[in-house]
Structures are given as structure tokens and as C-alpha cells.
């Protein structure tokens, strides 16, 4: 009797250290994936009215559900696409095919387990059933030395128990075996277009860091040219708060947020790299990176809900928190007149990309300067972001407003400090913002401070070509 399977795919668009790909394709004679475009997902909006899925992202994703695709084909396999809800969808692929199971990676943020409760609840109504895996994260829940209502909320109280008791596992290989054949045939179905999801056309803006396009074969590349191409991973620590170009970071994120890329295959190549080459702070660093992803997840199977609201984990919202929408489009659209502010947020308006220096100065511009919301940054962060996680995004943005986990109490950047430190010539500042390119490195960072006639020389018209800053600069001088 042929034993029949859905593969559910999910964040996880990938054939390498993909469980529930694994588990299908050993405990059933006929495999059909599946893709499911999630009409809510890539055409609803926010709380605050943002395109829950941005253009870039979306395209991101529209190239990683291609390769995908042509992967499978590569095996005697295809991937089934389509637009919808995918608990309506896969239940009609089950009926059609009349498989006896889905198997699919769980997520553990609230809409995308309802999404899975609900097609569980539409499987089991057909007297079939959901198989549940894992496929985001470095460590396995099971591996954990405290249960995860107990994991700490310090970063470096989880690192050391983890770093003390807990082994890596290694990834799961990818399938090399063709695909058995398949009894039913199914229409494979259309890959939208980003028009199609309701964007407009674009190109690739010339400014940007780095080409990124998506899928498994993108991440994989990016891996192999990042650790043995050009052997950046040696100088990671020291370059990783740079703000331009391609090369600064190992710049995994899109492909490790949309499931291109498994954190596990990542750690097992830098295991290799530094059996081969040798490790050291560096390489270590990344690995340290790796484990905030897993930290700010544990955090949301912890906290759940409370990553989303106001007040955070903490219940604690700043009573100054505004809904400021007139401040917060000037933040979005790089007119705040804090060039180092609006310098990061145009490369994000313009790439759907932003360096993780930038992403902590803009986020507490926002909500300590500005005393706008933190959620609709958060927000804005969710539809704009190529490498957009629910853990990573609230997670990071909990930390930066204080009302996640961070032992020091009342964090806070001194923007002009910072801008000084990481961008000390404005080489960044005038990449986005072409018209401070004639001042000075020490006038750059501050050009309201201009008098008329250097205005006049360097052709900058503050209140003009470049706008007032939104906030008195002077309060950062004695950073």
C-alpha cells in the first residue's frame, strides 16, 4: 500500500538539515512539497497599516521558492504552488492526493501557530495527521540543560549553560536520492510574481551592499565565499560594525531568516574552517551571533505574546511612548536631520537591508529621541527587512526600547557618538545622502551647526535641500 506525504515548507526553503523533508522521505513511498504563498501573509498589512510583507522581501522569496523548485526537480520531485490559505490549501491537496500525512517544520510565534492549528484541526477532520519537526534553530529544544520556561533572560547567563553542556548537533544532508514517482498528478501551479503580490516592479538600487537573491543555492554560495573564498571569517569581530559594502559581515541573515541557510550547516563549515585554517575571536564571534538567533527564539517560546505588546516582557512601557505618525514617516523617510540616523534608514527604504550597527541607532532614535511607539518601528522593520524573523525583529527591538532582557538598565545611544565611532570620515552619511558630500568629516555629522555662509560655499541649505533635525544635537556633545 502506498504511503502518501505532504511537505509542508515553511520558513524553511531548503533540502539541507530540513527534518521534516528528512522525516517524509524515510517513512512514506510518495513525497509531494508544497509551497503555499499565504494571501495574509504577502498581501495583509500590520496594526499600523504597513504591507506585512514588503517588496524585497517578497521577491527574496519569490527567487528562493524558484531554486527550491528547481532543486526538487533536479530529483524527480516538483513543488506544488499556490496562493491562499494554507490550512484550506494543503487540506485540498490531501483530499486530492489522498495523502495520510503532512509533515512540515513548527513556528512558535502566535500567527503562524494558528495558522498550524488550524490546518492540524482541517487534517484531522479527514481522519489524517500532522507531523510537527524543527527547522530554525542551532540547538534542539530537547539538548536544553533547564526547561524553556526556565531558560534565563540574559544573554550571557544562556550562552555559558549552553556553551558548557550542550553539543551542536550536525545538520541533516540533503536528499541525493531521486524522488520516488508520483501516483496523483497535481497542476505544480504558477510562482507569482512580486506584481502579482500587489508590488511594483523594481531594480536593484546601486547603493546597496550586496546583491541579494534568494534561495538555497544563493546561501550556500554566500557561505562558501564568506569562510574559504575569501576568508573573511578570520576578521569577522573587528570589521562586523562596518556600514558599507558587501564584505564588513558575513551578511547570512536573509538567507538564515527565510530558511535558505540552516544555522547547524553554518556551524559545521565553521567547525571545519577552523580545523583547516584555524580559529580564533573571529570565528568564534560568528558562532556568538549564531546563538542570539537561538537566544531572542527561546525568548519568544518563553514570553510568547508579551515579545509584541508595549510593554514588553517586562510590562514596563515608557509612558512617553507616542503613536506619532507624522514623526514616524520622517524617520522612515530619512528626514529626521540626524545624517547618521537618515543615512541607515534610506539604505533600508532603498535595499530592504540595514547593518545591525544601524538597525540599534535608528531603534533607539526612534524610541528614546523621538519617543515614538517602538511597535511601529517594529513594524516597519517586519515589512521592510529581508532577513525579517517575529523573534529576531521583537526580540532585538524589546532590547533596544528596555523592555526585553538587558541587565543595564536605561540603554541608550548617543547617536552622534556612535556616528563619530562607526562612520568617523562620513563615508556612509554622503553614500545616502549625496548632497552632505562637500562638508568636512567634522562637520558632516552635525550640519545644522553650519553658519549661512558655509551653507552658501558648501551648497547645503539646512530647512532646505537637507532638513532641521528633529531633535536638539547638542544634548550628544558630551558623548
Same mark, same amino acid.
Given at each position: 500500500m502506498d504511503r502518501k506525504a505532504i511537505v509542508w515548507f515553511r520558513n524553511d526553503l531548503r533540502l539541507h538539515d530540513n527534518e521534516a523533508l528528512t522525516e517524509a522521505l524515510r517513512h512514506t513511498t510518495e513525497v509531494y512539497p508544497v509551497f503555499v504563498f499565504d494571501e495574509r501573509v504577502f498581501l495583509g498589512r500590520t496594526r499600523f497599516g504597513f504591507r506585512k510583507t514588503g517588496s524585497f522581501r517578497t521577491k527574496f522569496i519569490i527567487e528562493s521558492?524558484?531554486?527550491?523548485?528547481m532543486s526538487l526537480q533536479a530529483l524527480n520531485g516538483e513543488l506544488y504552488v499556490r496562493v491562499g490559505k494554507p490550512e484550506e490549501v494543503i487540506a485540498q491537496i490531501v483530499r486530492e492526493t489522498g495523502a495520510s500525512w503532512v509533515f512540515c517544520n513548527r513556528e512558535r510565534t502566535r500567527e503562524e501557530v494558528e495558522v498550524q492549528d488550524a490546518l492540524e484541526k482541517n487534517?484531522?477532520?479527514?481522519?489524517?495527521?500532522?507531523?510537527?519537526?524543527?527547522?530554525?534553530?542551532?540547538?534542539?529544544?530537547?539538548?536544553?540543560?533547564?526547561p524553556v520556561q526556565h531558560t534565563p533572560d540574559v544573554f550571557t547567563q544562556f550562552r555559558k549553560e549552553l556553551e558548557k553542556f550542550v553539543h551542536v548537533?550536525?545538520?541533516?544532508?540533503?536528499?541525493?536520492?531521486?524522488?520516488?514517482?508520483?501516483?496523483?498528478?497535481?497542476?505544480?501551479g504558477e510562482v507569482p510574481t512580486v506584481e502579482d503580490l500587489g508590488h511594483e516592479p523594481f531594480g536593484e538600487d546601486n547603493r546597496a551592499a550586496l546583491r541579494f537573491k534568494g534561495g538555497e543555492s544563493e546561501g550556500l554560495k554566500r557561505l562558501q565565499? @564568506?569562510?574559504?573564498?575569501?576568508? *573573511?571569517?578570520?576578521?569577522?569581530?573587528?570589521?562586523?560594525? =562596518?556600514?558599507?559594502? #558587501? $564584505?564588513?559581515?558575513?551578511?547570512?541573515?536573509?538567507?538564515?531568516?527565510?530558511?535558505?541557510?540552516?544555522?547547524?550547516?553554518?556551524?559545521?563549515?565553521?567547525?571545519?574552517?577552523?580545523a583547516d585554517?584555524?580559529?580564533?575571536?573571529?570565528? @568564534?564571534?560568528?558562532?556568538?551571533? *549564531?546563538?542570539?538567533?537561538?537566544?531572542?527564539?527561546?525568548? =519568544?517560546?518563553?514570553? #510568547? $505574546?508579551?515579545?509584541?505588546?508595549?510593554?514588553?516582557?517586562?510590562?514596563?512601557?515608557?509612558?512617553?511612548?507616542?503613536?506619532?505618525?507624522?514623526?514616524?514617516?520622517?524617520?522612515?523617510?530619512?528626514?529626521?536631520?540626524?545624517p547618521f540616523i537618515d543615512a541607515n534608514m534610506l539604505e *533600508?527604504?532603498?535595499?530592504?537591508?540595514?547593518?545591525?550597527? =544601524?538597525?540599534?541607532?535608528?531603534?533607539?532614535?526612534?524610541?528614546?529621541?523621538l519617543f515614538v511607539n517602538w511597535q511601529m518601528g517594529a513594524e516597519y522593520f517586519e515589512s521592510m527587512l529581508l532577513d525579517y524573523d517575529p523573534c529576531s525583529n521583537y526580540g532585538n527591538w524589546n532590547y533596544v526600547a528596555g523592555v526585553g532582557s538587558d541587565p543595564r538598565e536605561n540603554r541608550y545611544f548617543n547617536i552622534l557618538t556612535q556616528a563619530r565611532r562607526y562612520d568617523p570620515d562620513g563615508t556612509y552619511v554622503k553614500h545616502w545622502i549625496p548632497q552632505l558630500a562637500p562638508l568636512p568629516p567634522e562637520k558632516v555629522h552635525q550640519p545644522e551647526l553650519l553658519s549661512f555662509s558655509e551653507q552658501q560655499s558648501l551648497r547645503v541649505h539646512i530647512g532646505g535641500n537637507y532638513p532641521k533635525p528633529l531633535v536638539n544635537t547638542r544634548k550628544w556633545q558630551k558623548g
Open positions: 521558492v524558484h531554486d527550491l523548485r487534517i484531522w477532520a479527514l481522519g489524517q495527521e500532522v507531523h510537527f519537526s524543527r527547522g530554525k534553530m542551532l540547538y534542539h529544544t530537547a539538548d536544553l540543560p533547564f548537533r550536525d545538520p541533516l544532508p540533503a536528499p541525493t536520492q531521486p524522488f520516488a514517482q508520483r501516483s496523483c498528478t497535481l497542476e505544480p565565499y @564568506y569562510l574559504w573564498e575569501s576568508n *573573511l571569517v578570520k576578521s569577522y569581530k573587528d570589521s562586523r560594525n =562596518g556600514m558599507l559594502g #558587501g $564584505d564588513y559581515s558575513s551578511k547570512f541573515s536573509p538567507w538564515l531568516a527565510n530558511g535558505c541557510l540552516s544555522p547547524k550547516q553554518i556551524y559545521k563549515e565553521l567547525k571545519r574552517y577552523e585554517r584555524g580559529g580564533n575571536e573571529s570565528t @568564534y564571534w560568528l558562532f556568538f551571533e *549564531l546563538m542570539w538567533r537561538d537566544f531572542f527564539r527561546f525568548m =519568544g517560546k518563553k514570553h #510568547g $505574546d508579551k515579545i509584541f505588546l508595549k510593554g514588553g516582557p517586562k510590562g514596563q512601557a515608557d509612558p512617553r511612548w507616542q503613536d506619532d505618525p507624522v514623526r514616524l514617516q520622517r524617520w522612515i523617510d530619512g528626514e529626521t536631520g540626524i *533600508l527604504k532603498h535595499t530592504g537591508f540595514m547593518s545591525n550597527r =544601524g538597525r540599534q541607532n535608528v531603534a533607539s532614535f526612534l524610541a528614546k529621541d
